[in-house]
C-alpha cells in the first residue's frame, strides 16, 4: 500500500445533539462543537439505525438520557468531517449506561440509594445472555441485582440459575419484569 493511499482518521467520542438531514446524506450534531458537523452517508446511517435501534429509541422517548457516540471520521478534500464507523450508547441523565427502560428504573434507584453499586454491563453478550445489571457492594454478602426480562427461554433461564449457583457469596435479587412492578431492593 502506498502511504498516498493512506487516509488519516481521527476519532470523535461526544454527546449527540441531534440527526439532522443533509441534502444526500445525514449529519450528526455533537454538543459543544457549534458549527461542525459530522457527515454520514446512507447507508451507514441505516446500518446505525438497524444495529442501534433499542439505544436510539431509549434516547428518544427519554428528554432526560444522552447519547454518545464513538466515531472514527476522516475530513474529505473540502475539509468535512466523514464518518468512517460509528457505535452509540444511552445513558441516564446521571451519565450511567442502561439497555431498557426496566433498567433504567433499576439506575434510578440505586442513585437514591446510600450504598455502593457497581453497573454490569454487557460486553460481547447477545440479548439472550443474562447480566448481573448490577452489584451492591457495601455489605457483608454482596448482592446481584438481575433484571429477568419478560417472555425469556429455558435456556436463559438455565443460564441464570448457573450464574446464581455458582457465586454461593453472594445473594441475588431477582426482577422478573413479565410479574409486575421491580420489587423493594434487599
Not at 148 to 157: I, L, N, R
Request: with cysteine; aromatic share 6%.
Amino acid at each position: 500500500v502506498c502511504s498516498a493511499d493512506l487516509r488519516k482518521l481521527m476519532v470523535l467520542i461526544g454527546e449527540v445533539k441531534g440527526f439532522e438531514p443533509a441534502r444526500s446524506t445525514r449529519r450528526i450534531v455533537v454538543k459543544h462543537m457549534p458549527g461542525f458537523a459530522f457527515m454520514l452517508d446512507d447507508a451507514l446511517h441505516r446500518r446505525l439505525r438497524a444495529r442501534f435501534e433499542r439505544e436510539l429509541s431509549l434516547w428518544e422517548a427519554d428528554e432526560t438520557s444522552h447519547l454518545m457516540v464513538i466515531a472514527t471520521f476522516g475530513l474529505n478534500p473540502a475539509g468535512l468531517a466523514i464518518v468512517e464507523e460509528i457505535a452509540v450508547m444511552v445513558v441516564s441523565e446521571h451519565w450511567v449506561p442502561y439497555e431498557s427502560v426496566h433498567e433504567r428504573k433499576l439506575v434510578e434507584v440505586l442513585g437514591r440509594v446510600r450504598e455502593k453499586s457497581v453497573k454490569g454491563m454487557r460486553y460481547n453478550l447477545t440479548d439472550d445472555q443474562p447480566i448481573a445489571n448490577a452489584l451492591l457492594q457495601s455489605r457483608e454478602n454482596p448482592v446481584a441485582l438481575y433484571i429477568v426480562p419478560a417472555g425469556v427461554d429455558e435456556s436463559f433461564e438455565a443460564a441464570l440459575r448457573d450464574m446464581i449457583e455458582g457465586r454461593p457469596e453472594m445473594t441475588a435479587w431477582l426482577w422478573r419484569v413479565g410479574e409486575g412492578e421491580m420489587p423493594a431492593l434487599p
